[in-house]
């Protein structure tokens, strides 16, 4: 058996279409261009990379989440820096038309599209979206979607520390949509204008931030090996002086290899004192931290992880998909497509497949997908086509166990659990089914 794994994008831009994870967002009228809706499956892989997400945080006692409004006061935004200078550079091809980020292409000396070197001079782009608060459209109600979600945790951190009489170090998490007027989306869901983050940022005592960079640094990447996620498709990468955002003090990618190379997945920065200053000098607010032991008044440096839920979902697609491809005797080829999800991004856990429609399997499968649903795993029934067929549309979806009901189930109370990737079967009774889900789930 040969196995491939993914290596364009396209097959599984076609695998999410057909199968319902994303689809094209507007899609009757022609889509509109880099905006994408998660179907059915796709909302509950993405749920479940949340889950996880979140689990991993807030499960610390260190750590609290918080849920922030998108619209905020318009002040943040130019306390932050990203009124004056949020912005990417951008070049038009006078030949083409094709407008570009310079400092994404190889050679920005030439339009990558068509080659021409006629070309506008970079201009810098602001990337916020403008919008205006209640009925006046003036510059006076402009307020921003926000382009970033950390900026709600620190506006909050002082309501946060003290209701929850919080001591350095803590952290606060946050997921939540982001809006950025990207100049060149692309790449199905790894660039668009409107996606989701989740962010947590760390408050540390000035000195100890190295230390808890190097810390954060390792929890992270063992969130992804944790996850399943293949670990020679992951790296770090640390950016050179001259990539440094104007907040950073250290900063480090957290790169995938996805078929169109090594991409960001998630940004560990080192934010310093920078934001909490900025906010306290233009609220006038004192957001200084006064620390009983030392009686020490500072403001604390921030740890920020900030990754991209839907980047996440991409990856997480990428890394499972793989196709077995098997030749019998005469040489001809049979290729299953399975996504091999870890079981905790599974959006399907299980499926129950009668072998026959008739009566009473039919209501037997049913009834059994109604009791592990409402156990709270996500379950499908499915009675039509071959079993072999419903299998693959199963394998297809990553889904890890098949449960399927026969003739005999009916007299021996046992059913035959078919599993994803070894596609080995077992006869379970089922009064033991929930237990030896619940085991293979887990050990898995
Ligand atoms: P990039 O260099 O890819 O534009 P960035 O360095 O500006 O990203 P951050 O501001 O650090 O990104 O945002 C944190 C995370 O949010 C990124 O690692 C990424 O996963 C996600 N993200 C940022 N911009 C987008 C976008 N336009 N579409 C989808 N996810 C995004």
């Known amino acids: ?84 200078g949020f912005t990417d550079p951008m070049v038009d091809c006078k030949e083409c038309k094709y407008r570009f980020r310079p400092d994404k292409v190889e050679d920005p000396s030439q339009c990558p599209s068509c080659g021409s070197k006629n070309l506008s001079e970079p201009r810098n782009f602001n990337l916020m979206f403008k919008t205006f608060m209640g009925p006046l459209e003036d510059s006076s109600s402009t307020v921003y979607l926000r382009p970033e979600t950390a900026q709600g945790i620190f506006v909050n951190f002082e309501n946060v520390q003290t209701s929850m009489r919080k001591k350095i170090p803590f952290g606060i998490a946050q997921i939540g949509k982001s809006f950025r007027n990207e100049i060149t989306p692309g ?40 996850m399943g996620f293949k670990e020679e498709r992951l790296r770090f990468h640390q950016h050179g002086p001259d990539e440094l955002a104007h907040y950073a003090k250290d900063a480090f990618d957290v790169e995938y290899k996805f078929p169109m190379g090594w991409e960001e997945l998630e ?122 067929k419903r299998y693959r549309r199963q394998d297809e979806i990553g889904t890890p166990l098949c449960v399927t009901i026969d003739f005999d189930s009916l007299e021996d109370k046992c059913v035959t659990v078919r599993h994803r990737d070894s596609m080995q079967q077992d006869r379970v009774s089922i009064d033991g089914l929930e237990a030896y889900v619940r085991d293979k789930l887990k050990n898995f």
């Not at 807030?58 to 820096?81: C, E, F, Q, Y």
Request: hydrophobic share 35%; with cysteine; aromatic share 10%.
């Open 267 to 388: 940004g560990i920065h080192n934010r310093t004192d920078f934001d909490l200053k900025a906010h306290q000098q233009m609220s006038g607010k004192s957001l200084e931290y006064f620390e009983e032991a030392s009686k020490e008044k500072y403001i604390p440096y921030v740890i920020e992880t900030a990754a991209g839920c839907d980047r996440l979902v991409l990856a997480a697609l990428c890394d499972a998909y793989r196709e077995e491809i098997t030749t019998d005797e005469k040489g001809k080829e049979d290729k299953r497509v399975v996504l091999g999800f870890h079981p905790q991004l599974a959006p399907v856990k299980l499926a129950f497949l009668p072998l026959s429609k008739k009566e009473p399997l039919a209501s037997l499968a049913m009834q059994l997908r109604n009791d592990f649903a409402a156990e709270d795993w996500i379950c499908q029934y499915d009675e039509s086509g071959s079993i072999g």
């Open 187 to 226: 790449n199905f869901i790894f660039r668009t204008r409107e996606f989701e983050q989740m962010e947590m940022q760390y408050f540390v005592k000035p000195g100890s931030d190295d230390e808890h960079m190097e810390e954060w640094k390792q929890r992270r990447r063992n969130f992804y090996l944790n």
């Open 1 to 84: 058996m040969k196995t491939q794994e993914l290596n364009d994008l396209q097959t599984l831009v076609s695998l999410a279409k057909r199968r319902g994870f994303v689809f094209q967002s507007s899609e009757v009228y022609g889509g509109i261009n880099a905006c994408w809706d998660y179907g059915p499956l796709g909302v509950e892989l993405k749920l479940n990379v949340k889950k996880l997400w979140w689990k991993s945080m807030t499960s610390r006692n260190d750590i609290v989440g918080i849920d922030a409004a998108i619209l905020m006061h318009p002040k943040v935004w130019k306390a932050s820096g990203h009124v004056d």
